[in-house]
């Protein structure tokens, strides 16, 4: 949902610090209103730190974060997540705190309108419907009654993706959605994700991954972040490249496209490599 076209999150040399460790340095990026924008990196990169700042999981130790026209730190936190929905990195795992695993499918997604774990409030006939309506959306309308727990891993996650949708936001952050994921429910994430971004008015998406292979035809900009760094960033063509990614992750890498997604390759021959920088 475009915001008089201002950017969705603006970051200007952004600065986090836990204790004397530096964990994102000097960031700056513009994140566009009503498109898909995805950031690339290896684990330990910052990614998921960022993610926190914009949502105020995380103190700003130097610098600024808008979110949504709005500065962190300078606004009310609780009335800002409301128009934020997120997917994080352990949603659908074993003993996740997200929602309770007691709840129906039905339930779990009602809990996104309170920002809760459980469902203690009193929901309404049209919240109930709307739910609903968004499980099916993400192809779960036939398990709108099973209980949580009982649900595959990919269909927690569609779940959860719906949670974030349920209360319509004007950002959506999916943190390492397939995290954990066999091929079949990971495609149907991002099957999801596809349908989201090609509705008539999508959110803002953001996709946080270390998988090339998850971004979707759809995203328009791309981030590379590395050590707390923006190494690079600008169109999916002119980043995405065998040059850029080796020397994001550090690895000798491939990359093709094909179907409009990116496709990365390690040969066997890097693996010597590998080993050898490991020993010295």
Not at 117 to 141: N, P, S
Not at 202 to 211: D, Y
Not at 251 to 261: E, I, L, S
């Amino acid at each position: 949902m475009i915001l008089n076209m201002m950017p969705a999150v603006e970051s200007h040399n952004l600065t986090v610090t836990r204790g004397t460790t530096p964990i994102l340095r000097g960031v700056s990026c513009t994140i566009e209103a009503g498109k898909c924008t995805a950031i690339l990196g290896p684990n330990g990169s910052g990614k998921t730190t960022f993610t926190r700042t914009i949502t105020a999981q995380m103190f700003v130790t130097s610098g600024t974060v808008t979110v949504l026209g709005e500065t962190i730190g300078r606004t009310d936190v609780r009335a800002l997540r409301r128009r934020v929905g997120v997917v994080n990195p352990t949603a659908g795992y074993a003993g996740s705190s997200t929602v309770d695993d007691e709840l129906s499918a039905h339930e779990a997604v009602l809990t996104g309108y309170f920002g809760s774990i459980g469902l203690y409030d009193k929901v309404t006939k049209e919240q109930r419907e709307h739910a609903h309506h968004v499980l099916q959306q993400v192809g779960l309308g036939h398990r709108c009654d099973l209980r949580f727990s009982l649900l595959s891993t990919g269909e927690q996650r569609r779940c959860l993706i719906a949670r974030a949708l349920v209360h319509k936001p004007e950002l959506l952050i999916l943190d390492e959605p397939t995290a954990g994921m066999d091929v079949a429910g990971c495609e149907h994430v991002l099957a999801t994700v596809e349908q989201i971004l090609k509705q008539a008015d999508p959110p803002t998406v953001l996709m946080i991954t270390h998988h090339v292979e998850e971004l979707s035809p759809l995203t328009s900009h791309v981030i590379l972040m590395k050590d707390g760094l923006i190494m690079r960033e600008g169109p999916p063509d002119q980043v995405i490249t065998p040059e850029s990614l080796t020397e994001l992750y550090g690895c000798k890498v491939f990359v093709r496209k094909q179907h409009g997604r990116y496709w990365l390759e390690v040969l066997p021959e890097a693996w010597l490599e590998l080993i050898r920088t490991r020993e010295q």
